[in-house]
């Protein structure tokens, strides 16, 4: 590397020069270098022009190349290496394991001038945006649309107390990441709490402020929240300073609702947890969230929640959510994830910043490729809509049914389907709607069974006398008053014939009872084995779902064994005095039909076509639903395709304004580089936009307009470097003032 650097001014004509050390792209150290800068622009401006990143705004003394600091840019957000790791890499391949330097050169690498050159390289790749309007998702709608949004929490992004604290505010972290002072006031001011647990779903940590895990001893940070568009670009952040509260979540809700204000956008949101937040905010009476909001679960999450979950808060079985299946921050952690090794012992601030710009370039990867993204996904709708189709039509092809006929019996299962849900809610336990005739009964064989006890006194101590003689006193006073009630003149006697009858409806109730919950058992099982045979064994998801399969298979053996241990028949006998294990997990077996009507109330028999396996139906009326879905997606994608054409219309004529305008200084002129390059990159785009669209025959009508209107050329690396006149090239002169 030479050690002078000399810069001509033909403006001031006027420089000095100054002895500094500088660092190379390799590394390399050195001192004693002779640079001449004009007088006409900070030191540190002139040290950019040479490829140097000044270490101090004022007066420098030592600078670093910009091909170095590009370096660990980049391998720090594409691969997460940290500034130990590559330093390490330095003395590695240029032999520096001996420099003297080697120490300062970590320590100057992690010094704030080189945050700021990540910053700045930050701000330069989003130019002529602001980062806050660069990650801003173009394919979802601004206003009179549908807005889907993903919640979830990362627990791996973790941030030591001992990292130390920042000196100054972080500079990008405010268009990613919600004030923390905001969301610090919301959740300590805000009641969460949970005594009874979450009823169905209570086996879920997320949530319950108690339940929570709270891992606050050496951390200031135990994770980030967020929200994420259907198209995988992330909304807003924060860090949590809990577990997974359920408060964190009604603040993220509460700053969408804000920023859905007066844009007419249909809000749904998919978070892990929805059940829980819906039942949270039905208690507190929260209107503005449950009436604006249609919540639904991610759809590899609803298969670790129970059945009414996974049916009525599926977002294959909603109306209006199309294919989006919820699961776009999971994505998103995958890459953020990388970072947590490093970013745990940054300061705050520092951590903030690094955060902000990993998402900024997730979020502008996923913003090339949008076009194309849409595109593929329109395929996949049309492939799902046509093979769902074709299933439903094989599972109904029995029945030869026309269309009408299809729709009409698809909506009976589905109504049956509610309807058993409704009942598993709402389990009605017929030993406790007893008449008073049937609690007489109940106390009188409680009270004739302790009578015989008390004929063997001799064996009993006089504390346990004491105790059974006053069970017997108030059972007796209990059941003359029930007599005085009943108008019974003389108490019935274990043979009399009413007593025998009450008896007998008594233990026809529980046996009924019995059977309802092994049918509902059964039926949750059947459920669970189609699920697992989707996925390969090993899979996280199919664990998840075999340890549920093991838990609902051990329950129903229980509750048969309780059921066969009742030993009792009925004297009709249309109830059995024991089951087999085996007809209890078929539920299209005849136990359950033949009793159906007595354990449902049903007044008539279903139709013989609603009589199918219970797995037939289920898979019916999910491949009919998928078709609805399927169709509902191809709408969306193509108004997200419209939407997105319209932003990169929007862009293109807001950079032609700026392009028009007359410069006079450098710093115009350069401004005027970085916009020219910018309207030649998002002409390319649009280009390829308008071939896509058009092979999906998706066609945007104004988007022949702007289509090279600056850049004629096909290919922009290909230009006349001879040909000094080309006024569609002329601009590009000026991009050495950048």
């Not at 006031?185 to 009874?196: E, I, L, M, Q, R």
């Not at 699920?531 to 899979?539: A, H, L, M, P």
Request: aromatic share 8%; with cysteine.
């Amino acid at each position: 590397m030479t050690k002078t650097f000399k810069r001509t001014c033909d403006t001031c004509h006027q420089s000095h020069s100054r002895g500094l050390t500088l660092i190379d792209e390799k590394g390399r150290v050195h001192q004693g270098c002779t640079v001449t800068m004009c007088a006409c622009e900070p030191e540190s401006a002139s040290l950019l022009r040479f490829g140097f990143w000044p270490l101090s705004p004022k007066s420098p003394v030592i600078a670093v190349s910009t091909q170095l600091l590009d370096w660990l840019h980049y391998l720090t957000l594409e691969a997460q290496v940290s500034v130990q790791n590559f330093v390490d890499t330095l003395m590695s391949k240029e032999g520096l394991f001996f420099s003297q330097n080697l120490t300062e050169l970590r320590r100057l690498m992690r010094g704030e001038s080189v945050s700021e050159y990540r910053v700045f390289k930050t701000t330069i790749s989003q130019f002529p945006d602001q980062l806050e309007s660069s990650i801003q998702c173009p394919a979802c709608p601004k206003k009179n649309g549908e807005l889907f949004v993903s919640l979830d929490a990362n627990f791996g992004l973790v941030h030591k107390q001992n990292s130390g604290h920042s000196c100054e505010a972080p500079q990008l972290a405010p268009a990613v990441f919600l004030s923390q002072a905001d969301v610090d006031a919301f959740v300590n001011g805000y009641d969460d709490t949970s005594k009874k647990g979450h009823g169905e779903c209570s086996s879920f940590q997320a949530g319950d402020i108690i339940r929570s895990k709270n891992k606050t001893a050496k951390l200031t940070y135990t994770g980030v929240f967020a929200a994420a568009c259907r198209h995988e670009i992330p909304v807003k952040m924060f860090n949590l300073c809990h577990g997974e509260r359920l408060a964190y979540a009604v603040h993220m809700l509460n700053y969408l609702l804000d920023y859905c204000a007066g844009k007419e956008l249909n809000l749904h949101v998919l978070y892990d947890i929805s059940c829980v937040l819906q039942r949270h905010l039905q208690k507190r009476n929260n209107t503005r969230v449950l009436e604006a909001i249609q919540f639904a679960i991610p759809v590899f999450h609803s298969y670790g929640h129970k059945e009414d979950c996974q049916v009525c808060l599926n977002p294959r079985r909603l109306k209006g959510f199309g294919l989006v299946d919820g699961e776009q921050l999971e994505r998103l952690w995958s890459y953020l994830r990388l970072f947590a090794k490093t970013t745990k012992e940054m300061t705050p601030s520092h951590r903030l910043d690094m955060l902000a710009m990993a998402v900024g370039l997730y979020s502008h990867k996923k913003q090339l490729g949008m076009d194309k993204y849409l595109v593929d996904k329109l395929n996949r709708a049309v492939l799902v809509f046509q093979s769902s189709g074709e299933k439903v039509d094989a599972l109904l092809e029995e029945f030869h049914l026309d269309d009408t006929q299809k729709r009409e019996m698809l909506d009976l299962w589905k109504k049956e389907e509610r309807q058993m849900l409704a009942e598993k809610k709402t389990v009605r336990h017929l030993l406790d709607k007893h008449d008073i005739k049937e609690t007489y009964v109940r106390k009188l064989r409680t009270y004739y069974f302790l009578r015989e006890q008390m004929t063997d006194l001799n064996s009993l101590g006089d504390v346990e006398q004491e105790k059974l003689s006053e069970q017997v006193s108030g059972l007796n006073e209990d059941l003359c008053a029930m007599e005085v009630r009943l108008k019974i003149s003389q108490r019935w006697q274990p043979g009399h014939i009413e007593y025998q009858t009450a008896l007998l409806n008594q233990e026809e109730a529980k046996k009924l009872e019995m059977l309802h919950k092994i049918r509902l058992l059964a039926v949750e099982r059947d459920f669970l084995v189609g699920v697992r045979s989707k996925y390969s064994e090993g899979q996280s998801v199919a664990n998840r779902v075999t340890v549920a399969l093991r838990r609902v298979s051990s329950a129903l053996t229980k509750k048969v064994a309780v059921f066969n241990s009742l030993g009792f028949s009925s004297t009709e006998g249309d109830l059995p005095a024991t089951i087999s294990l085996v007809d209890a997990k078929d539920t299209s077996s005849d136990l359950f039909l033949n009793f159906e009507e007595k354990l449902y109330n049903v007044s008539t028999v279903r139709p013989l076509v609603s009589q199918v396996a219970n797995s037939t139906r289920r898979r019916a009326l999910e491949a009919a639903d998928l078709h609805k879905r399927a169709a509902e997606e191809q709408l969306l994608i193509k108004q997200d395709m419209l939407h997105l054409a319209q932003t990169m219309h929007e862009q293109h004529a807001e950079l032609e304004q700026q392009l028009r305008v007359n410069c006079t200084t450098q710093f115009e002129r350069g401004r005027k580089s970085l916009v020219i390059l910018k309207l030649a990159h998002l002409e390319h785009r649009i280009q390829h936009m308008s071939e896509r669209y058009s092979a999906v025959g998706v066609p945007i009508p104004f988007i022949s307009q702007v289509v090279y209107s600056f850049f004629p050329c096909s290919n922009f690396d290909e230009s006349d470097d001879n040909d000094d006149n080309d006024e569609d090239t002329y601009f590009l002169d000026d991009t050495n003032d950048i």
